[in-house]
């Protein structure tokens, strides 16, 4: 009987707060927008008001989207692969074997250390990928090392 893997494959995923930017300046502007809102139906401009509503939906949808597209992405590393799972909604996937990783390293600021989180640089042929905010960097670290 052969061992497939020597160890079980490890998933890294992005620390949620990654893109915390993005998710205060969309709900920011939903804010703003539901103000605005209030404003103009209690003026009587409704017409304008259902504008304003329908963008801040779609504000509101593009932040539910963005936090769906981090919750599902995961790089799954195991000793011969590495499986890439985008996190888009149709299950965009992708498998490198045979790849060199160029680096891997916590980022220039504190907050990466405080929050465990660092980025992967992948080689494969002619593409460059970059995974930036990989969480819990330490283990992937301990992984990379290993194999």
């Not at 799972?85 to 600021?109: A, F, K, M, T, V």
Request: charged share 15%; with cysteine.
């Amino acid at each position: 009987m052969a061992i497939i893997h020597q160890f079980p494959p490890t998933p890294f995923r992005r620390h949620p707060l990654r893109r915390l930017p993005h998710y205060l300046c969309l709900a920011a502007l939903n804010g703003a927008l539901s103000v605005l809102v209030l404003r103009t139906f209690s003026a009587g401009n409704y017409w304008l008001a259902i504008g304003f509503a329908l963008i801040g939906a779609v504000c509101l949808l593009s932040l539910t989207t963005l936090l769906i597209q981090e919750y599902r992405f995961a790089i799954v590393i195991t000793p011969d692969r590495i499986i890439i799972d985008n996190g888009y909604p149709l299950g965009s996937r992708r498998i490198l074997e045979r790849i060199y990783i160029h680096e891997y390293n916590y980022p220039p600021n504190p907050i990466g250390y405080l929050f465990d989180a660092g980025t992967l640089v992948i080689v494969c042929g002619d593409e460059t990928l970059v995974f930036d905010g990989l969480t819990p960097f330490h283990t992937l670290r301990a992984t990379l090392e290993g194999s």
